[in-house]
């Protein structure tokens, strides 16, 4: 593999990188919480199936809410996923509560000292930078063409690095390699990949359950673990992680 030299980085070794993630993070705190998850494929497909026939499993994970501090919600509900999620409340006959987890921060990753001066959608579109894109349905490509829809210019206006990158590491790989020039994804896959992070927003993760399940010794447990110190020192650990509301009702039906 040859050194790129655009932006004067060394070429890291051939191998995908680490995917430290959403999901991660959520398995190293359930870690230091002394919970375990039991993994009920069945069950949790057999609920599906009660919402909505033949869906699979990551299509209730599809639904995302992107807001920033102060502002409407750049990317909403999609009307599939709110519809399932309603659906949902229907299923669970009106006894459910929304829990608040954390939110993560999103963002631009460039290269460091971010030589395009790269700040928005409109100067990656203005300098005919390359960005790297996720696969359709992915939140950051939600986000990006929100981002787009905002600033009325379409994704054909774009210089878009090629492949898709399935997850947030391969976009920040196809920047170190000199692929692409920038792209969305987490401030943690910033910092791990040592590129620096243009902030764009925030987005919530919430856990949604029955009212008299909330009451339960495991789950109160939990709700301790998200409200102290020891949550919050690893969410610091990992970056770009906002843990101030986590333990909080967020709705009740």
């Known amino acids: 593999m040859q050194t790129p030299r655009r932006w004067g980085l060394k070429a890291p070794p051939h191998r995908r990188p680490s995917r430290r993630s959403r999901r991660a993070f959520q398995h190293s705190c359930l870690g230091l919480s002394g919970l375990r998850v039991a ?126 990158c399935p997850i947030g590491p391969d976009i920040a790989q196809a920047i170190r390699v000199g692929r692409a020039d920038t792209g969305i994804a987490t401030r943690g896959v910033a910092a791990s990949a040592g590129l620096d992070f243009v902030p764009i927003t925030w987005e919530s993760f919430d856990l949604v359950m029955r009212q008299h399940d909330y009451f339960k010794p495991s789950m109160q447990t939990l709700f301790n673990f998200l409200r102290s110190e020891e949550f919050a020192t690893r969410a610091a650990e990992f970056g770009g992680y906002d843990v101030s509301v986590a333990g909080t009702v967020r709705f009740v039906s």
């Open 39 to 164: 993994a009920d494929t069945q069950r949790v497909r057999d609920a599906i199936d009660v919402v909505e026939p033949g869906r699979e499993q990551r299509d209730l994970q599809d639904a995302s809410i992107v807001e920033a501090d102060g502002a409407e919600p750049i990317v909403e509900l999609r009307r599939d996923s709110r519809r399932i999620f309603r659906d949902l409340l229907d299923v669970l006959e009106h006894d459910a509560v929304l829990i608040a987890l954390w939110r993560r921060e999103q963002g631009f990753l460039v290269p460091p000292g971010n030589p395009l001066k790269l700040g928005s959608i409109e100067d990656v579109s203005r300098t005919r930078a390359r960005i790297a894109v996720r696969p359709k349905g992915a939140g950051a490509q939600l986000l990006l063409l929100a981002l787009l829809h905002r600033a009325n210019i379409s994704l054909d206006q774009l210089t878009v690095a090629t492949p898709l």
